[in-house]
T-cell receptor, first 116, second 116 residues
Framework: DGGITQSPKYLFRKEGQNVTLSCEQN?????MYWYRQDPGQGLRLIYY???????QKGDIAEGYSVSREKKESFPLTVTSAQKNPTAFYLC???????????????FGDGTRLSIL | AQKVTQAQTEISVVEKEDVTLDCVYE???????LFWYKQPPSGELVFLIR??????QNEISGRYSWNFQKSTSSFNFTITASQVVDSAVYFC?????????????FGTGTQLKVEL
């Protein structure tokens, strides 16, 4: 089945440690996105990529990094510079990079990151 | 700048009651799209509906209906005869054509609890 796979489902980070969240899609979508969800704050955009080897900062990019070496993969690294990383992280994709908005983003099941 | 407001943080109803979730948006653009997503306890976001700014027809899909009113910048969502399986967080989102990137601006969500 086509879809978006995020792994792991749960992740724990020690202080000062970098961790990488995986996001893979087999929908042949051009654009991919990372969101952070905190209780009562909805979804906030961290980074997005419209095409391979290109990505842009979203609203809350500080303390995060991404890469887009392959169309189907868009991993997110939560660095030690992110002082409050505990949150639910959602990856999404959409068919066209300049989309007319008439094609909704498709979401993965999310990764819940916690600090040890 | 775009903004989506979902003033209802949490709503509790008894099964079979009708319930309306409010969404108010702000944008200076004349062309935009509005979305509703459902987030069940499992975490993934499920697309429910898309509406473009030029189509003010209300829509009904089974027990779900949407009321789009440009005059009040609202895109409200009604569930008729609610069921326990409707319990979830519901997000309203806004997409603007200008600027590219297919970025969605989300509201903070409304937690709906349907009890027996």
């Amino acid at each position: 089945d086509g879809g978006i796979t995020q792994s792991p489902k749960y992740l724990f980070r020690k202080e000062g440690q970098n961790v990488t969240l995986s996001c893979e899609q087999n929908l042949n979508h051009d654009a991919m996105y990372w969101y952070r969800q905190d209780p009562g704050q909805g979804l906030r955009l961290i980074y997005y990529s419209q095409i391979v080897n290109d990505f842009q900062k979203g609203d809350i990019a500080e303390g995060y990094s991404v890469s887009r070496e392959k169309k189907e993969s868009f991993p997110l690294t939560v660095t030690s510079a992110q002082k409050n990383p505990t949150a639910f992280y959602l990856c999404a994709s959409s068919p066209t990079r300049t989309g007319l908005g008439n094609q909704p983003q498709h979401f993965g099941d999310g990764t819940r990151l916690s600090i040890l | 700048a775009q903004k989506v407001t979902q003033a209802q943080t949490e709503i509790s109803v008894v099964e079979k009651e009708d319930v309306t979730l409010d969404c108010v948006y702000e944008t200076r653009d004349t062309t935009y799209y509005l979305f509703w997503y459902k987030q069940p306890p499992s975490g993934e976001l499920v697309f429910l509906i898309r509406r473009n700014s030029f189509d003010e027809q209300n829509e009904i899909s089974g027990r779900y209906s949407w009321n789009f009113q440009k005059s009040t910048s609202s895109f409200n969502f009604t569930i008729t005869a609610s069921q326990v399986v409707d319990s979830a967080v519901y997000f309203c989102a806004l997409y603007i054509l200008t600027g590219g990137g297919n970025k969605l601006t989300f509201g903070t969500g409304t937690q709906l609890k349907v009890e027996l």
